[in-house]
């Protein structure tokens, strides 16, 4: 019954199978890739592709005798778990199960290859050694259980061809699919670098370019704030740099924490940051800005020698309509926080 014409079918399976879960996946990583750690709602959706491909492959069998035959109903729950990890693999797995039969051998054998896998936490080693070990033993394990089934010397043959194809597209697939997650990851590094400051992990500047000039282009009104550690050089020089470092690692922590309604913090250069608050009422922003100056100013920061000192903050506040051009605002709120330094320090200014 075994013929090497029927390996078209293996092709086609495993094109199915490459096709379905690289969209899957491809759609599920658009903000960033899809892992164990997603979201389980995201999990859950790649392991119902894969339960739904994997539904779909047990109707493309390849029959050896009557009653003996190679399925690759395995591949996609065996691809997912590997991927994204156990969530999505006994989704399709259950999926499977449920639609195939329930609890007969097929589905109990299915369920024995997984279990190992579950067992070892395959998906954290996010290596092809670990893979490789589990399909050369599902080949081993499909062959020695047709080998009785496979009584002519040219079956044999032709269902050892079927196994070592079947390895092979089993192995691109992966290859495949990982190759797309190390691209979708480094894309989102690289784009995550060019967004943030390293630091603080605030916006940088360029984001923050970005951000005022759509504002601009929007005509959105807003506040626009400017604020500097004080005496921050005098800190450095006294206390080291690495202080420094950790100074303005927790004043970005204090800012982001008191951050209220969505605004948008970024570390303007050096130790200046720059906030815009979406809410464009200048007396709440002076509010919100006088409760950042007093949690700042109150919050002990502990040094790496062990010591404790207080930090203080000058801010300038401007107020962007959305007719003028944001360049005008930006240089009022700079203007605001220079007179801020001038008059003394730890205070707010507005323009
Ligand atoms: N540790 C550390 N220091 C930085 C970093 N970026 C800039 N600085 C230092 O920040 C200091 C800024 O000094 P100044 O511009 O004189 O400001 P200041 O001492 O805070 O004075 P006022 O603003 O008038 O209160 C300089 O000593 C810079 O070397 C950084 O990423 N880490």
Redesign the pocket.
């Known amino acids: 019954m075994l013929s090497l014409l029927s390996l078209d079918t293996l092709y086609v399976n495993a094109c199915i199978t490459y096709a379905s879960l690289s969209a899957g996946y491809y759609f599920l990583s658009r903000r960033d890739t899809l892992c164990y750690r997603s979201a389980p709602w995201r999990r859950v959706l790649f392991g119902l592709i894969a339960g739904l491909v994997s539904l779909h492959l047990t109707v493309n069998k390849l029959y050896i005798t009557q009653e003996a035959y190679y399925s690759f109903e395995f591949v996609p729950i065996l691809l997912v778990t590997f991927i994204a990890g156990w969530l999505p693999g006994v989704l399709a797995l259950l999926i499977n199960v449920t639609f195939t039969g329930g609890i007969v051998l097929d589905n109990i054998v299915l369920s024995l290859m997984l279990l190992p896998m579950l067992v070892a936490r395959v998906w954290r080693y996010n290596r092809l050694s670990p893979f490789l070990i589990v399909i050369s033993l599902l080949t081993l394990f499909r062959l020695l259980v047709a080998s009785p089934a496979l009584n002519e010397r040219q079956m044999q043959l032709e269902g050892l061809i079927y196994q070592i194809i079947s390895f092979l597209c089993l192995l691109i697939c992966y290859q495949a699919l990982s190759a797309m997650r190390r691209h979708l990851s480094t894309f989102f590094s690289a784009q995550d670098s060019a967004r943030h400051d390293a630091?603080t992990r605030l916006h940088n500047r360029h984001a923050l370019s970005k951000h005022l000039s759509e504002l601009e282009q929007s005509g959105t009104p807003c506040c626009l704030v400017m604020l500097?550690?004080?005496?921050?050089?005098?800190?450095?020089?006294i206390h080291?740099?690495?202080?420094?470092?950790k100074?303005?690692r927790e004043v970005a922590f204090l800012l982001r924490e008191a951050n209220d309604g969505g605004d948008f913090i970024a570390r303007y250069?050096?130790?200046?940051f720059t906030i815009v608050r979406n809410d464009n009422r200048i007396a709440d922003c002076v509010r919100h800005c006088e409760y950042l100056r007093k949690r700042i100013a109150a919050h002990p920061f502990r040094l790496p020698n062990g010591s404790t000192i207080v930090v203080t903050l000058?801010f300038g506040i401007a107020y962007h309509s959305g007719q003028a051009p944001m360049v005008a605002a930006f240089r009022r709120a700079d203007a605001a926080l220079y007179r801020a330094?001038e008059l003394g320090?730890n205070r707010v200014v507005r323009s």
């Open positions: 630091l500097d550690i004080d005496n921050f050089k005098q800190l450095n020089d080291g740099h690495l202080a420094g470092d100074v303005l250069g050096g130790e200046e000058s330094k320090k």
